[in-house]
């Protein structure tokens, strides 16, 4: 099976590359192989290698910053899985889009299911939901919405956190805001289960990890867990603290958990409480110190 990964330097990408099964050749692409603002480039790429799949990991992804920057999140989040998959479908191949929580806004107070309709909040969450309805026009496509992403690599709130707890004194974090944080470990075992799966996956699946948290209850078990290994020479004290107290560009759901029972059942796969996922991703940093800080 030939496999085209897009945002492969990505936190998900980097998980996907290093979980690779056997028998699959991937064709990883970076930015410098492919820009995903450039819709006739991702056109080109899949006529040339016409994969059986292509994972689109790749997303802009900077949440505030795609609220002063609505065109290149739309051409990144939007125009280009548009354009892989129809690409795909012209040959007979098949494309898995990633998503987000954040189509939804928030305003349930169950988990989200994924035949609901998507009513996001900001640009990220706008473009990515544009993105899902473009890439569902064609048949062989899937898109999986996971949640609150972090891993060993890349930029994320647990790496920042890591370096933020023995920078300060005191952090305040937002406890208002519920979900579910999703390491890039099961995340990118799920995304492979779905190829596996080929026509028998359901068109729109949600993935995250077991459980539920706000911002504070991850950052306090960062804290806890992160000195519990060794990571962390000293502690910042972590306050809760409510959204209105830390205004941001983006606004962003209250609560955001989702529905992953009919995806855990169609995989075979349990993931695991995200404070398990935790340790074994501080335990991955723990191991590699060197790599790039966030
Ligand atoms: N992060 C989260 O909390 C979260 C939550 C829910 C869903 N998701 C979804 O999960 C997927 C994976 O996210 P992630 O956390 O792995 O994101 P990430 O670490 O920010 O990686 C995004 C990737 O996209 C690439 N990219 C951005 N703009 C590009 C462009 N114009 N051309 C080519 N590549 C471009 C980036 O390349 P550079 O490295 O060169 O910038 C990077 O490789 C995305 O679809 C995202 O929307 C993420």
């Known amino acids: 099976m030939k496999v085209l990964l897009t945002g492969a ?41 016409q994969p059986d799949w292509v994972l689109n990991a790749g997303a802009y992804t900077a949440v505030d910053r795609a609220e002063s920057d609505p065109e290149l999140a739309h051409a990144v989040n939007a125009l280009a899985p548009a354009a892989l998959a129809e690409a795909q479908s ?28 998507a009513e996001p909040l900001g640009v990220y969450g706008s473009t990515k939901a544009a993105g899902e309805a473009a890439v569902l026009k064609h048949s062989g496509t899937r898109v999986l919405r996971t949640s609150w992403v972090y891993g060993p690599m890349g930029s994320n709130f647990c790496r920042t956190m890591l370096r933020l707890l023995t920078e300060w004194e005191q952090l305040g974090v937002v406890s ?38 706000s911002w504070y209850d991850f950052a306090v078990a960062i804290a806890e867990l992160g000195q519990k290994q060794g990571l962390l020479s000293r502690v910042a004290q972590v306050n809760p603290i409510q959204t209105v107290d830390y205004p941001t560009p983006a606004q962003r759901p209250n609560y955001s958990l989702l529905d992953c029972s009919a995806t855990r059942k169609a995989l075979s796969l349990e993931p695991q409480h995200w404070r398990v996922a935790l340790e074994q991703v501080l335990l991955r940093i723990a191991s590699n110190p060197a790599s790039p800080s966030a």
Not at 177 to 202: F, H, I, K, N
Request: overall charge negative; glycine content about 8%; charged content about 20%.
């Open 90 to 117: 012209e040959h007979g191949g098949r494309l898995l889009q990633l998503s987000t929580d954040f189509v939804f806004n928030g305003q349930q107070a169950s988990p989200y299911r994924p035949d609901q309709v």
């Open 9 to 49: 330097s990505g936190q998900l990408g980097q998980a996907l590359i290093a979980t690779c099964p056997e028998g699959v050749e991937l064709l990883p692409c970076r930015r410098q192989e492919l820009d995903l603002s450039d819709t006739e480039a991702c056109r080109r790429l899949v006529q040339e290698h």
């Open 176 to 213: 208002d805001q519920v979900g579910c944080p999703t390491s890039t470990l099961g995340l990118a075992q799920a995304c492979w289960r779905v190829l596996a799966l080929e026509d028998r996956a359901p068109l729109i699946l949600h993935w995250s990890d077991a459980g539920a948290a």
